[in-house]
């Protein structure tokens, strides 16, 4: 294979020597180097563009980009170069070739004031910096207070210890009258009527207050779950005590 440079030589001083080997793109190949020496470059360019496309040959590329870039036609002689190194040849004319192409880039870029550079990527308008949207509160879902916030099952329970404990009182009363009336037989008869009222109370007090914490433990029971139920609560007598159920919380 002759070199590239071989053929840069051939084009600016021998005659017409074909490389392409069938007829027709060799008659166009012999037409671009005679136009070639003779300075027409825009027929040159065409009868190797012509040639190069009958068949394909490294020594007609070359001689093609060369009359385009003869004619200050960089950017096309550019993307011929570009095919050139693309192809398989040897290093020296890869390096012909890259001499040529920055010989095309620096005439681009005194015709256009811009360096062969990347370009910097656009800069984008400033915008107003937006504050991250506020997040609402989520509503939280209804239901009902903690079971030891509920006011009723607190006054319950708080008032069933305080019946509970007042009721203990009064059976110890209780015992300590009859306790006394044992003991004195003068005072045995104020002491039994001390002890019965006391021991009625005591007894009627204690049922009262078991009676309310009962209570008070199934209203947070129920309250807890979400349910309702029935008020357990009591009910006091001349002579006993007892528990009823009635109504709703």
Not at 53 to 75: G, H, K, M, V, Y
Not at 203 to 228: C, H, N, W
């Amino acid at each position: 294979m002759r070199t590239l440079l071989v053929i840069g030589a051939l084009l600016a001083s021998v005659p017409a020597m074909a490389a392409p080997k069938g007829k027709a793109a060799k008659a166009a190949f012999d037409r671009g180097v005679a136009a070639y020496q003779k300075g027409d470059f825009p027929g040159a360019s065409e009868a190797l563009g012509q040639s190069y496309r009958l068949e394909p040959d490294i020594e007609t590329l070359f001689a093609w980009a060369q009359s385009e870039r003869q004619q200050n036609n960089c950017e096309s002689a550019l993307d011929l170069y570009t095919k050139l190194l693309e192809l398989d040849m040897p290093a020296e004319n890869k390096d012909a070739v890259r001499a040529k192409m920055d010989e095309c880039k620096a005439i681009i870029a005194a015709k256009t004031g811009v360096l062969d550079k990347p370009l910097d990527p656009p800069k984008q308008e400033d915008k107003p910096v937006e504050p991250p949207p506020v997040e609402e509160p989520k509503p939280q879902p209804e239901g009902r207070s903690p079971w030891w916030k509920d006011p009723i099952g607190d006054a319950l329970t708080v008032g069933g210890v305080v019946a509970l404990g007042v009721g203990g009182y009064f059976l110890y009363s209780a015992k300590q009258a009859e306790d006394k009336s044992k003991e004195n037989d003068a005072v045995f008869e104020e002491q039994q009527d001390k002890a019965e009222s006391h021991g009625k109370i005591g007894v009627v007090l204690t049922l009262t207050g078991g009676a309310f914490i009962v209570g008070g433990i199934v209203r947070y029971m129920t309250r807890s779950s979400g349910k309702e139920s029935t008020t357990v609560t009591g009910w006091v007598t001349s002579d006993s005590g007892g528990v009823a159920a009635f109504g709703r919380f």
